[in-house]
C-alpha cells in the first residue's frame, strides 16, 4: 500500500471548516484513499473512502486531486467533539490489512 | 444494529502468562481483523480471519495467534506475554466483499478494544 504524508497537528475554532490535507504521491491506479478518526483511546472510526472522485457523506467530504496524488478531509462545520487522530490510508480494494500512519491531531477550540 | 462488541474491557496479567481477547463482529460480516495499539505508536495489523480460515498475518512473532468461529467471532491469543504485550488491543470487522477478495473495497468498523496491561 501506498504511504502517507500527513501534518501532525492541526487547530481549527468550532463551526469552521477543518480542512486536513494528506499526500500520498506513490498511490497507484487501484488504490483507494481511506480517512478513519481516533477519539481518545476509542477504536478507529471510518469517516469516508474515494477512488478518483470526490466524496460526501453526512460527516465529511473528501477532494482528490486529478492527479490523485494528494487529497483533503473536510469537515465543514467543526464540533469540539471532532476533536480526534485523523488517518489517511492508501489501500487497494483486495488488501485485507489498514496500515495506519501517525495521522493528524486536530484539536477543535471554542 | 449493534456494531463490533470486545471483552473484556480491561485485562491484567502476568509476565509469562497468556491472555486470550474475544471478538463478535457485526451481524453478516464474515471478517475479523485485529491490530495492536502500543503507547506511543501507531496502530499495527496483527491478524486477517474469514470464513474461519487465517488470511493474512502482520509481522508479529508466533506467540500472537488466534482463530475464528463458525458464528464469525473471533479470539486472539498471546502466549508467554511480555511487558511490551502491553497495549489496547482493537478488533475490526467487514462485511463480505460483493466480488469475492479479489474486487471493490470493503470499510472496516472497529470495537472498543481491550487494554491488556502486562505486570
Known amino acids: 500500500d501506498a504511504k502517507t504524508t500527513q501534518p501532525p497537528s492541526m487547530d481549527c475554532a468550532e463551526g469552521r471548516a477543518a480542512n486536513l490535507p494528506c499526500n500520498h504521491s506513490t498511490i497507484s491506479g487501484n488504490e483507494y484513499v481511506y480517512w478513519y478518526r481516533q477519539i481518545h483511546s476509542q477504536g478507529p472510526q471510518y469517516i469516508i473512502h474515494g477512488l478518483k472522485n470526490n466524496e460526501t457523506n453526512e460527516m465529511a467530504s473528501l477532494i482528490i486531486t486529478e492527479d490523485r496524488k494528494s487529497s483533503t478531509l473536510i469537515l465543514p462545520h467543526a464540533t469540539l467533539r471532532d476533536t480526534a487522530v485523523y488517518y489517511c490510508?492508501?489501500?487497494?480494494?483486495?488488501?485485507?490489512?489498514?496500515?495506519f500512519g501517525t495521522g493528524t491531531r486536530l484539536q477543535v477550540t471554542l | 444494529e449493534a456494531g463490533v462488541t470486545q471483552s473484556p474491557t480491561h485485562l491484567i496479567k502476568t509476565r509469562g502468562q497468556q491472555a486470550t481477547l474475544r471478538c463478535s463482529p457485526i451481524s453478516g460480516h464474515t471478517s475479523v481483523y485485529w491490530y495492536q495499539q502500543a503507547l506511543g505508536l501507531g496502530l499495527q495489523f496483527l491478524l486477517w480471519y474469514d470464513e474461519g480460515e487465517e488470511r493474512n498475518r502482520g509481522n508479529f512473532p508466533p506467540r500472537f495467534s488466534g482463530r475464528q468461529f463458525p458464528n464469525y467471532s473471533s479470539e486472539l491469543n498471546v502466549n508467554a506475554l511480555e511487558l511490551e504485550d502491553s497495549a489496547l488491543y482493537l478488533c475490526?470487522?467487514?462485511?463480505?466483499?460483493?466480488?469475492?477478495?479479489?474486487?471493490?473495497?470493503?470499510?472496516?468498523?472497529f470495537g472498543p478494544g481491550t487494554r491488556l496491561t502486562v505486570l
Open positions: 475490526a470487522s467487514s462485511p463480505r466483499l460483493a466480488g469475492g477478495h479479489g474486487s471493490g473495497y470493503n470499510e472496516q468498523f
Open positions: 490510508i492508501v489501500r487497494t480494494g483486495t488488501a485485507s490489512k489498514l496500515t
